[in-house]
C-alpha cells in the first residue's frame, strides 16, 4: 500500500488549498477515503469521509462548510476553503472498509502534507 500526499503549503487566514492523495497497491476505488490530520504532539484526528462513488461525504464539525472532499480515477482530495490558523497540521489520507467507519484500513501512512496557515 502506498499513500502520497501533497498540495500543502503556506497561506494566510481565509485563504484556500487543494490537497491530493495518490493511492496505490491496492483497490483503492473500492474503499471509502478519509482525511486525517495531525496537530504537533497529538494523535492523528479524522476530518472528513467520501463514499466509493463518490456521492456521500461527512466532515468533522470544525471543517463542515469549509473543506470539501472529492475523487477521481486518479486521486482523492481534499480543497479547504476560509482556512484558519486552527487548520496549521498535517494532512494524511487512507481508506476505511466501511463508510462511517473512520479507521484507517490500512496500518501504513503516507509521508503527509503540511498545511501552515498564519499571517
Known amino acids: 500500500v502506498r499513500l502520497v500526499e501533497s498540495g500543502g503549503g503556506s497561506v494566510q487566514p481565509g485563504g484556500s488549498l487543494k490537497l491530493s492523495c495518490e493511492a496505490s497497491?491496492?483497490?483503492?476505488?473500492?474503499?471509502?477515503m478519509s482525511w486525517y490530520r495531525q496537530f504537533p504532539g497529538t494523535e492523528r484526528e479524522w476530518v472528513g469521509q467520501i463514499s466509493i462513488g463518490g456521492s456521500e461525504t461527512h466532515y468533522l464539525d470544525s471543517v463542515k462548510g469549509r473543506f470539501t472532499i472529492s475523487r477521481d480515477d486518479q486521486a482523492l482530495y481534499l480543497k479547504m476553503d476560509n482556512l484558519e490558523p486552527g487548520d496549521t497540521a498535517r494532512y494524511y489520507c487512507n481508506a476505511n472498509r466501511l463508510y462511517y467507519n473512520h479507521s484507517p484500513a490500512s496500518p501504513s501512512w503516507g509521508q503527509g502534507t503540511q498545511v501552515t496557515v498564519s499571517s
Open positions: 497497491g491496492f483497490i483503492w476505488r473500492s474503499f471509502a
